[in-house]
């Protein structure tokens, strides 16, 4: 690829009115000038322009302004919405309830985390015995002031005495270890820096192994990490002696390597992976000194991974040969596939398995809903698990010796709560379920099946208020993502049941490229079949405008990652469709996509705009920040973002939020919200995200319209009118 640079000055300051359908809105909007600085690059002879290039470097005290300009231009904005506070404070007050995890035990304790309300981070409490007082034992609260340093993994040893937590700073994926003596919280050697896309998993009670990559040249939050490495870190040695395990040879290069050591502390496994579907398998027995690390599978063909031992006889979850998932076993040290055996056969559902109570649990996505089964380690089916209803259960598992386990359950309109499970005879019993001011019975969420452009029939489940009147009016957001093997299955949002509350229509179909119908289902929504999730997804916004549920005045579609592309490429290929956009996090910019932090590793899902010109071709004709055209209408859009997003650049929303401001045609704002100490979602404190949902769902009705809040339109069965 050539690269040719012209520097020219470009003007970018436009007046803008906003407007809504029912009243013109007064609201002038006038756009931070974004220069424009040429370059050139060439793919297969052709040229691509790229003006906004130099809003990648985010070390630079240019893009610093420009970020400080664009949001004081969206904040100016925000802050003109009539009910923008009220969104505020319903948001609060709904968050306002405790919020307690699935139990796990640790040792002599049991463990879990707990929010009481409006805690920026949740607390892990402890207590040791059914009836004695929980105990805090890590409050992330206290990491700093304004709860943006956040727990991010946590792993003790098998008797529990030593605990290893990782945090995050800023929501940055680089993560720092610190080990801690669980009776007393007293930290344990030093702390163990530049750590990222890693677990924690011990050897014994002497040291861990972790994964990272070497510091990058240029920025760590934007720079190409290309070589993943385990490591083994001995307590009480600093981390400039940790012993390189993995990776670091050419022939070991890979861009994500994990490991992990048996439940018995007998075997080392590792993963190696050159992208987000597929890894090489390998295994030490550390029951020899310096043992040889063995391959199991020297491809990355499949997904395959160890999920439980019983000495050296090991059980194993694979995809080869199985797009649906099955479980295998084999024996040491004949663990090659030629040696695995059916344990549990692959069904026409996705497979998923957890292990608890010396069983395994075995959950199947039926049109995104679960089922679970349980199992013997030979294999024999002992029961289906009785689940509380229809929706995804979470969790079901724990440790070997255990005779009560927890799982979680929930749904759209379900908040989740917490069961016990009996293994032996099979009975659940609730746990705990929260109190909180939202009544699931006022609400229903219904399964639909549409029909794509290429015929396919695609799932979606849609949750609104019973009674809602299906005339084409009411709000509705439609969410999704689309990729990466990843399913969407019913879960409980504190936010959108505010949207609902108002009246609004929930909606999420299961696009092609995720995971809900096995591997065949993913790979239909990859590379050169990439347009079929765009195609899914604006199917999915034609049926619930045809069927009444709302229309192109009153829809808006989100998604984040993977799923911010899906709403860059929809509202680029059919701005009419929407009223409303929101792109959050978004990878954007497919041509460059892969030259940032660990992007690469997305090729498998993607492609590379170097991998052949058809490919090229095919990014180019999708890629959002290339397809905002001049002379076009686009809708209302509010791009979303994190300064310290070194998953998804935040260059990619940059980018696209100048092209847009620049080219937009229409009346309707197109903003950029940029949070600071942020990154891309996991970890963000409570406080910011009731500051982001109320920004979102204001900037959304208000643009659909709203003078003031809406209210579920409902129809009163007595009275046969509209409520």
Not at 105 to 129: A, W
Not at 268 to 297: C, M, P
Not at 677 to 697: E, L, M, R
Request: include cysteine; charged fraction near 25%; proline fraction near 4%.
């Amino acid at each position: 690829m050539k690269q040719n640079y012209l520097g020219i000055t470009g003007l970018a300051t436009v007046a803008i009115l906003s407007s809504c359908q029912q009243k013109e809105t007064a609201m002038t909007l006038t756009y931070p000038e974004t220069k424009k600085e040429v370059v050139r690059d060439t793919f297969f002879e052709q040229v691509v322009e790229d003006p906004y290039r130099w809003l990648e470097d985010d070390r630079s005290e240019e893009t610093a302004d420009w970020v400080e300009r664009q949001n004081e231009v969206t904040f100016g904005y925000l802050d003109q919405i009539p009910y923008r506070e009220d969104l505020k404070d319903r948001l609060t007050k709904i968050w306002n309830y405790e919020k307690v995890g699935t139990p796990f035990t640790e040792g002599d304790y049991t463990y879990f985390y707990k929010n009481d309300g409006l805690q920026n981070q949740s607390v892990l409490y402890r207590k040791k015995g059914a009836n004695a007082e929980a105990e805090i034992f890590l409050d992330p609260n206290t990491f700093s002031e304004d709860g943006t340093v956040s727990l991010a993994g946590l792993s003790f040893t098998k008797d529990g005495s030593l605990a290893a937590y990782s945090i995050s700073e800023g929501g940055s994926d680089w993560r720092k270890i610190i080990v801690i003596e669980t009776e007393n919280k007293t930290q344990v050697g030093d702390t163990i820096v530049d750590v990222k896309f890693s677990g924690i998993s011990w050897k014994k009670s002497k040291g861990f192994y972790y994964s990272s990559y070497d510091k990058p040249d240029g920025s760590e939050l934007s720079a190409k990490t290309d070589q993943h490495k385990l490591y083994y870190h001995e307590l009480g040695t600093p981390q400039s002696q940790d012993q390189l395990v993995f990776g670091g040879k050419e022939s070991e290069k890979h861009r994500y390597i994990g490991g992990s050591v048996s439940d018995d502390g007998h075997f080392l496994f590792i993963s190696a992976s050159n992208t987000t579907s597929g890894n090489k398998l390998f295994v030490q027995d550390l029951r020899v000194s310096n043992g040889a690390i063995e391959t199991i599978l020297g491809h990355e063909d499949s997904d395959t991974y160890p999920i439980e031992n019983v000495g050296d006889r090991l059980i194993m979850t694979t995809d080869l040969g199985a797009p649906n998932r099955k479980v295998v076993t084999a024996t040491y040290p004949n663990l090659a596939p030629e040696n695995w055996t059916d344990l549990i056969p692959e069904t026409e559902n996705v497979l998923s398995v957890n292990t608890g109570g010396g069983y395994l649990f075995a959950e199947y996505m039926v049109d995104a809903l679960s089922k679970a089964y349980q199992y013997d380690y030979n294999g024999k089916l002992i029961r289906e698990v009785a689940l509380p209803g229809l929706g995804s259960v979470g969790g079901l598992g724990g440790k070997k010796d255990a005779t009560t386990i927890y799982y979680s359950f929930t749904n759209y309109n379900t908040p989740s709560s917490s069961y016990t499970y009996n293994v032996e005879d099979g009975t659940s019993e609730l746990y705990w379920s929260p109190n909180i001011d939202f009544d699931p019975d006022q609400y229903i969420s219904e399964q639909v099946f549409y029909t794509s452009k290429d015929g396919t029939k695609v799932p979606m489940m849609i949750t609104y208020k019973k009674g809602l009147i299906k005339d084409g009016k009411n709000p509705t957001l439609l969410y999704g993502y689309g990729g990466f093997n990843i399913s969407l299955t019913p879960s409980f949002s504190t936010a959108n049941a505010i949207w609902m509350e108002l009246g609004g229509v929930y909606a999420v179909p299961n696009l092609r490229g995720g995971g809900e119908y096995g591997k065949e289902w993913h790979k239909a929504g990859t590379q050169l079949e990439k347009q079929n999730v765009f195609d899914d997804f604006i199917a999915a916004g034609e049926y619930l405008i045809n069927s009444g549920y709302t229309s192109s005045d009153f829809l808006a579609i989100r998604g984040g990652s993977n799923g911010g592309l899906l709403v860059g490429a929809t509202l680029t290929q059919r701005p009419d469709l929407m009223k409303v956009a929101l792109p959050a996090v978004g990878v954007l910019d497919m041509l460059r996509y892969h030259t940032f932090t660990a992007g690469a590793g997305w090729a498998y899902d993607y492609g590379t705009a170097e991998d052949s010109e058809e490919m090229f071709d095919y990014l180019k004709g999708y890629s959002p920040v290339h397809n905002v055209k001049e002379g076009v209408q686009y809708p209302a859009t509010l791009v979303t973002t994190g300064d310290h997003d070194d998953r998804v650049v935040p260059a990619h929303s940059f980018k696209f939020a100048a092209e847009l401001q620049d080219k937009q045609s229409g009346v309707l704002p197109t903003l950029i919200r940029i949070e600071t100490d942020a990154g891309h979602g996991a970890g963000t404190p409570v406080s910011k995200t009731i500051d982001q949902y109320a920004d979102i769902f204001g900037f959304t009705l208000y643009n659909m319209g709203f003078e003031s809040l809406p209210s579920p339109r409902i129809r009163n069965e007595n009275e046969n009118n509209l409520k």
